[in-house]
């Protein structure tokens, strides 16, 4: 089993940054490719980006590639998201995931784990 508690969230003003730090306990993350996905209001939950084991490969949704990046410390057990100019279009509860090989990590399918999630909310 592994838990997943995601930290970092907050009230922000357009153009802001945040960052997300995504712990994990009870096992090494380090057997999981990882991912963040966020739901908004009345959405389903979308993917916003992944990471691969050893953090050599990433992947970004096209709403935040160039704004948004992902990063691993298997040492630490920890995932984080870094946010850099923010929009209003980005506000949402942000879970994060770690993730098997039965399918591709843009789909919550693959997901074995999940946090709790955390609010970012972005002001005008």
């Known amino acids: 089993q592994v838990q997943l508690v995601e930290s970092g969230g907050g009230v922000v003003q357009a153009g802001g940054s945040l960052r997300l730090s995504c712990a994990a306990s009870?096992?090494?993350?380090?057997?999981?490719?990882m991912g963040w996905f966020r739901e908004a209001p009345g959405n389903k939950r979308e993917f916003v980006t992944a990471i691969s084991r050893s953090g050599g490969s990433t992947d970004y949704s096209d709403a935040v590639k160039g704004r948004f990046t992902i990063s691993r410390d298997n040492d630490k057990n920890t995932v984080y998201l870094q946010m850099n100019s923010l929009t209003p279009e980005d506000t949402a509860v942000y879970y994060c995931?770690?993730?098997?090989?039965?399918?591709?990590?843009?789909?919550?399918?693959?997901?074995?784990?999940w946090g709790q999630g955390t609010q970012v909310t972005v002001s005008s």
């Open positions: 009870g096992r090494s993350i380090s057997t999981y490719r």
């Open positions: 995931g770690a993730s098997s090989d039965w399918a591709t990590w843009r789909s919550t399918v693959s997901y074995v784990y």
